[in-house]
């Protein structure tokens, strides 16, 4: 399967994902087995999941600014 995502929105998640010290595979693959794979299986909690992620650093507040978020728009 391919994903064609925007490139701000790709940039975006990529450095979400590496936030979390994972690639942007796992970290969609985590995001989509929890949004679709829910109701198959017991809901994790926001704590749950992001146990889930192998040593996960805090996302500092800069990296989710509204400029860092849309590089393109300020």
Do not use: K
Not at 28 to 56: C, I, K, M, T, Y
């Amino acid at each position: 399967m391919s994903l064609n995502l925007r490139p701000d929105l790709e940039e975006c998640l990529q450095g979400l994902a590496a936030a979390y010290g994972v690639s942007l595979e796992t970290f969609l693959q985590h995001v989509v087995e929890e949004r679709a794979g829910g109701a198959a299986r017991s809901r994790l909690s926001a704590e749950e999941w992001a146990d889930s992620f192998p040593n996960a650093p805090l996302i500092p507040d800069e990296a989710l600014g509204r400029e860092n978020l849309y590089p393109d728009r300020w």
